[in-house]
């Protein structure tokens, strides 16, 4: 890890309202508080625990290539947007906070493990021909060339060098301490009722101590919780779920011990499920996900460790070997068409940047960009138009329990 660069970090500006309020302090919350702080926006942010959330569980795959699906081809622009604004993204963040982000361009392999995987991966390399996507179809045999720890079984598979890696935890780091140098102001509690003044606009929040903070635009960037903070009218109150994934961290022998386990991320879908394993130049194996419709439940289940060791297991038989070291389960934020709500709702004041769903780390350098852009009185960028809270029209919902009634 290289050093912090030496200019002193930007005087918190609380001395006026801020321009901006952003509710939710992970990976989306935080980007776009940084961008909007480096546009110049005096810029607050609430969150009892910033730099924590999904981000704190995840992979980290950048996967718009080997994560694409039928029905998701505009959301397909905007992932390989975020995709190609990765590289610099992550120098310019390096280089502000001296953050090492483990971002690794180390490619993806999906592979095959039967007949029906085979033909499912098929289809999904001519989705991706047909999509103008670079990918290209291997043998079992080459595969095993490629990745020499793989099951013997193997019947083929999807090389994309494309498809890269980070570590959410890194990032999540690296973006608060950038959010530090910008200035913006960190108030580290849970915002309980968004305040809506005269005229219909929001103004501001009010917090679990009962102080209420003011703010010229609010974003409400608050993962899966963001349909729950109070006071929010129910026409724009975004309609986004907790996806539960469960999630493995495993240690692999360190590198310059023979030979690395794996070289990329190599995934598969398995009896229907998704399975991947993303090795980290740390030694740190990531092993994914269950995808699971509970509310509001975070337990780690022995039928979830169950499974993804199982497939894992069929995929890389030599996995067992090594240390579990971690077991935890996170939600994503998942929307009704799997895809973000970004910019400005139909409430004066109010915007939003949520329900990334399965991308919030690929589509977090985009967000931060999109969500810089409506905050400064621009328009959102042509790849996400589409992406708009209001695509939903106004909604209907029952009474929302408090944000900060959050699960344990
Ligand atoms: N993008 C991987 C996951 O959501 O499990």
């Not at 068409?337 to 709702?345: E, F, I, K, Q, S």
Request: charged residues 20%.
């Amino acid at each position: 890890m290289s050093s912090p660069p030496h200019t002193p970090p930007h005087t918190p500006r609380t001395s006026r309202t801020p321009d901006v309020l952003v509710v939710g302090g992970g990976i989306i919350g935080l980007v776009t508080a940084w961008r909007a702080a480096r546009r110049g926006l005096v810029t607050a942010l609430v969150d009892p625990e910033p730099g924590g959330g999904a981000a704190q569980v995840a992979a980290g795959m950048l996967a718009a290539v080997t994560e694409l699906h039928y029905g998701e081809e505009t959301l397909l622009a905007l992932n390989l947007a975020s995709a190609r604004r990765y590289p610099e993204f992550a120098a310019e963040l390096t280089e502000l906070t001296g953050h090492d982000l483990g971002y690794r361009r180390c490619g993806t392999l999906a592979v095959a493990l039967d007949a029906d995987d085979r033909a499912h991966l098929r289809e999904l390399h001519a989705l991706q021909q047909r999509s103008g996507l670079e990918s290209e179809w291997l043998s079992g045999r080459e595969c095993r060339r490629l990745e020499p720890m793989l099951a013997p079984g193997v019947r083929g598979g999807l090389r994309v060098d494309g498809d890269h890696q980070i570590d959410p935890r890194r990032l999540a780091h690296a973006l608060l301490a950038a959010c530090e140098r910008e200035g913006v102001v960190l108030h580290r509690v849970w915002a309980e009722r968004l305040t809506v003044g005269r005229g219909e606009r929001a103004t501001g929040v009010v917090t679990a101590d009962g102080t209420a903070l003011e703010a010229g635009q609010v974003v409400l960037a608050g993962g899966s919780l963001s349909g729950r903070l109070t006071g929010v009218p129910e026409a724009v109150l975004p309609p986004v779920r907790p996806v539960k994934g469960q999630v493995l961290r495993l240690a692999m022998p360190r590198t310059g011990v023979g030979a690395p386990l794996l070289n990329r991320t190599v995934r598969a879908v398995v009896r229907g499920n998704h399975v991947y394993l993303v090795p980290r130049e740390s030694g740190e194996l990531v092993v994914g996900a269950t995808s699971e419709e509970l509310g509001w439940d975070t337990t780690v289940t022995a039928g979830g460790v169950y499974e993804l060791l199982r497939d894992a297991h069929e995929l890389v038989p030599g996995i067992t070997e090594l240390p579990l070291t971690e077991t935890r389960a996170g939600l994503r934020p998942g929307s009704p068409d799997n895809a973000p709500l970004l910019g400005r709702t139909d409430l004066d004041g109010l915007l939003l940047a949520t329900g990334h769903y399965r991308n919030g780390v690929l589509l977090t350098p985009v967000t931060g960009d999109v969500m810089a852009d409506v905050l400064t009185g621009g328009e959102p960028p042509e790849e996400a138009r589409p992406f708009s809270p209001r695509r939903f029209g106004p909604r209907r919902f029952g009474a929302v329990p408090a944000l900060s009634e959050q699960p344990a």
